[in-house]
């Protein structure tokens, strides 16, 4: 079943073309990749998706409702959420503090009021809520830790706790693996199929192959703003047209 329709979407920045006609499907319970060469145009594909980008042209449509030309906080209530290259998070804060603040969107409680406690119930709720995410991705035992303190491994997983925390239906994942060493893009790994096995549907920007090929259902190739391929990732290792977009030769 699709959960997301890109259809003809376009984007353009005064002349220069970005994303140009792109279509593609993601389907509901699927880890889908996004990928090519630098300047293909993925980064402003899930900037137009997540609202932060209107469409010069075409529409995105989610679980049935159309969405592009939305604010990016009503993108987010509706299930779709996404994850930054660079890490996003209060590094001031404890790693249950960021937590505590991403579960904000589906509690009804604010970010002050959560972490002042100013509404006693639902900050109990929200608090249990936040522990559980923390369970969930491993990080339990550093709760209490300042996030500016946490390695770079470690602050990955926790934006991916932030984003868990707004209950989404699809999560938009922009290069997590960027920086990590083969240990820490292992345990990145487990944990992305372990939010993929929760239902939570999951379309992946990456530039690490290793990670791409092992992870997702379905690929789609961006070359220049526009669909160079698509497939599973069998079909995408052997494709002549991706290999030469990416080695510049056949």
Not at 23 to 46: D, M, Q
């Amino acid at each position: 079943m699709s959960l997301l329709e890109v259809r003809e979407l376009s984007r353009h920045f005064g002349g220069l073309a970005a994303v140009n006609g792109l279509s593609f499907t993601v389907e509901e319970g699927r880890i889908h990749g996004l990928i090519g060469p630098n300047g293909a145009g993925k980064t402003t594909t899930f900037n137009v998706i997540s609202g932060f980008y209107k469409p010069t042209a075409g529409e995105i449509v989610f679980g049935g409702r159309r969405i592009s030309g939305l604010r990016p906080s009503r993108i987010a209530a509706r299930g779709v959420v996404r994850t930054f290259q660079a890490t996003t998070l209060f590094q001031e804060l404890s790693v249950f503090e960021n937590v505590l603040v991403g579960c904000h969107l589906r509690s009804g409680v604010g970010p002050i009021s959560a972490l002042l406690g100013t509404s006693r119930r639902a900050e109990q709720q929200t608090a249990e809520r936040a522990g559980e995410i923390l369970e969930f991705m491993g990080l339990d035992d550093r709760r209490d830790d300042e996030t500016v303190n946490l390695p770079h491994g470690h602050q990955r997983a926790l934006g991916i706790a932030v984003a868990l925390a707004a209950e989404p239906k699809l999560i938009l994942l922009d290069e997590p693996f960027t920086g990590m060493n083969p240990e820490e893009t292992r345990r990145m790994m487990e944990l992305v199929e372990r939010v993929r096995g929760q239902g939570v549907t999951i379309l992946l920007v990456e530039h690490d192959m290793q990670a791409v090929m092992g992870l997702c259902d379905q690929i789609t190739v961006l070359s220049f703003g526009e669909l160079l391929a698509e497939g599973t990732p069998a079909e995408i290792r052997a494709d002549p047209a991706v290999i030469e977009a990416y080695l510049g030769t056949a």
